[in-house]
């Protein structure tokens, strides 16, 4: 089972870009799907982006996120990364990444396997 670390958040101005990291431990990673959620303050935690396993060969997104972020893997780093783009104050919240071997889950009440502490990205106006 993987371990999960996130980093490359911060304080960035709107319109502006991260990307943020999920790093895993193991050398299975590449057979993880991952996933990223984000929680606002005082909101549900609410899904952002998916990749599935081995490739990478289909990523999810959130409607909200669609054309502004990009999720990618590189799995002789066993890392995923997310790009955050023309970031706005409704995306300030915790980021977190999720891994569930072999399958692609997009709800943050599904059973995955590992879950990072969560990074967070603040967006000023």
């Known amino acids: 089972q993987v371990q999960l670390v996130e980093s490359g958040g911060g304080l960035v101005q709107a319109g502006g870009s991260l990307r943020l990291s999920c790093a895993a431990s193991g050398r299975t990673f590449s057979s993880y799907a991952m996933t990223w959620f984000r929680q606002a303050p005082g909101k549900e935690r609410e899904f952002v982006a998916a990749?599935?396993?081995?490739?990478?060969?289909?990523?999810y997104y959130a409607e909200a996120v669609k054309g502004r972020f990009r999720l990618s893997r590189d799995n002789a780093k066993n890392t995923g990364y997310l790009e955050l783009n023309s970031l706005n104050a409704e995306d300030t919240a915790v980021y977190y990444c999720a891994a569930k071997r072999g399958t692609v889950l997009m709800s943050p009440d599904d059973l995955f396997d590992s879950w990072g502490q969560g990074t967070q990205v603040t967006v000023s106006s």
């Open positions: 990749i599935t396993s081995w490739s990478g060969s289909k990523t």
